[in-house]
C-alpha cells in the first residue's frame, strides 16, 4: 500500500502499481495523458479518405458476393423442384401405375397442357400454369409453363417429354434443361 505521509490515509492498493499521482491527478500508464488525446482527432480529409477506401473495397467484392448468393438460390431452388417432382412422379405412379407406361404424344401444347394436369399438377403445389413464348416476342414457341410459389416455373420442350425447361426465378432469363 502507498500512504501519504502527511496523514497515513490509504491512497493506492499495492495491486494497481500502474497508477501514479501527478499533482492532484491519479494518472494510469495504461490510459492517454489528456495532452495525448487532443492529437488524436482525424481531420476530414482523413475521413473522407478512409470512407473512400472502404467504399473501393465494397464495390469490389459486392457483385462476387451478389453472384455467390444467386448461384445458392439457383441451386437450392432446383434442388427443391428436383426433389418435388420425383415425389409428385412416385405419387401418381400409386394412382397410373409405372411411369414407363404413361408415354403420350407430347408433340403440341394442348397435349403438353392435358399430360401435365394429369400427371403431374395434382401432386404439386401449384401456383399457376401458363404459356410461355420461348422465342421472344418475335417469334418462337410457347410452351406449357407450371409456376411455383417461389418464382420458379418449368416448361415441357417439346417433343419426347423427357426433357423439361426449368426457369429459377424470372422466367425471361436463362433457363436450365432438365433431362427426367
Known amino acids: 500500500m502507498v500512504f501519504n505521509q502527511s496523514n497515513n490515509r490509504r491512497l493506492l492498493p499495492t495491486h494497481i502499481p500502474s497508477l501514479i499521482r501527478e499533482g492532484s491527478n491519479l494518472v494510469s500508464h495504461f490510459t492517454f495523458h489528456s495532452s495525448l488525446k487532443s492529437k488524436l482527432a482525424f481531420t476530414l480529409a482523413e475521413v473522407l479518405i478512409t470512407l473512400g477506401i472502404i467504399g473501393i473495397v465494397a464495390a469490389l467484392t459486392m457483385p462476387a458476393l451478389i453472384d455467390n448468393h444467386n448461384k445458392k438460390v439457383v441451386e437450392a431452388r432446383l434442388e427443391k423442384f428436383y426433389s418435388s417432382m420425383n415425389q409428385a412422379i412416385r405419387m401418381a405412379e400409386l394412382d397410373y401405375g409405372p411411369r414407363e407406361y404413361w408415354f403420350e404424344d407430347n408433340s403440341d401444347r394442348t397435349l403438353q397442357e392435358e ?8 401432386y404439386m403445389n401449384v401456383t399457376k400454369t401458363g404459356l410461355v413464348n420461348q422465342g421472344g ?4 414457341s410457347a410452351f406449357f409453363t407450371i409456376f411455383f410459389a ?8 417439346l417433343g419426347n417429354g423427357r426433357d423439361w425447361l426449368f426457369f429459377p426465378g424470372n422466367i425471361n432469363k436463362l433457363c436450365f434443361f432438365i433431362l427426367l
Open 150 to 157: 417461389d418464382g420458379s416455373a418449368v416448361s415441357m420442350a
Open 115 to 122: 399430360w401435365c394436369k394429369k400427371y403431374i399438377i395434382p
Open 137 to 140: 416476342s418475335s417469334g418462337g
